[in-house]
């Protein structure tokens, strides 16, 4: 959905179409939804996704500035909720922001990506909605058939599998990329597009994961400044950036699992 695949915007439509159906993904509605995240990064009333909840959200307007867990349980501070916490988000938070808008803006709370009418779209969008649907329930209905054909658990092994390492993937990569306690999000008196863009940390997991995830991962500074860079520039306008932004270039290269630990506990 960011144009970088093709100059031509139908093949880029129609193959992101084709591919994110086939991951269960509503097209057109995730594509609509994530151009307000390049465009609203980490603002507080703008970005679509990872949005910190407030004080005032939480009802803590009137307590003291401690953690939520001390108004709540010591449980939630402990190594083990934090652990189940992480691996349920990771398997499953994609899913639920699909359906949900789990992370998302207070405004759009509950809303979903499959609704046609939902307050994520514009009223012009309806019609695009619905094809991204049509979509889904096309791989859905492929993947009913074959576990008629074949059993649910050979569809489990070869799809269901490799579709939860997927969000697995996705979620944690997302969640590193901008979230981190050095790392503000802004209020409207303060954000701009700038601002809310180099809001993103390139994280460097080694050599392996690094090529395994196509540079994703350690490029995303880049890929939030221009959108549309395709993937193949991107380490190429990272190094260029580096020596532009100097202190304003966040970048962390600790192990991905306890990257993942550490900022969900203190983020």
Known sequence: GHGAFSE??????????????????????FKYTHSRHHKG???MTRDEVIVPRTKSYRGLQNKPSTPAWITETVFEESPIYH????????????????IRNISGPKHAEGASHFNP???????????????????????????????FVYSAATVLCYYGVPYL?????????T?????DAAVPHYNDDAWNFIRGALC????????I??????????????????????????????EHLKKKLGKYYHYDNSNFLYALYHTYKHC
């Open 8 to 29: 031509n915007r139908t093949v880029c439509n129609v193959t992101g179409w084709v591919l994110h159906s086939a991951l269960l993904v509503p097209y057109y509605s």
């Open 41 to 43: 990064t980490n603002s």
């Open 83 to 98: 652990l189940f916490m992480v691996v349920v988000i990771s398997l499953f938070g994609w899913p639920m922001y699909l």
């Open 117 to 147: 009418n939902s307050v994520l779209f514009k009223p012009e969008n309806f019609w695009k909605i619905v094809i991204s649907d049509i979509g889904v329930l096309l791989t859905a209905s492929v993947i009913v058939y074959y576990s």
């Open 165 to 173: 390492v997927v969000n697995f993937l996705f979620v944690t990569l």
């Open 175 to 179: 969640f590193l990329q901008h979230t």
């Open 200 to 207: 993103t940390i390139d994280r460097d997991y080694g050599w």
């Open 209 to 238: 994961l690094n090529t395994c995830l196509h540079h994703a991962n350690h490029t995303h500074v880049a890929h939030h400044v221009f959108s549309q860079l395709p993937h193949y520039h991107a380490q190429e306008a990272t």
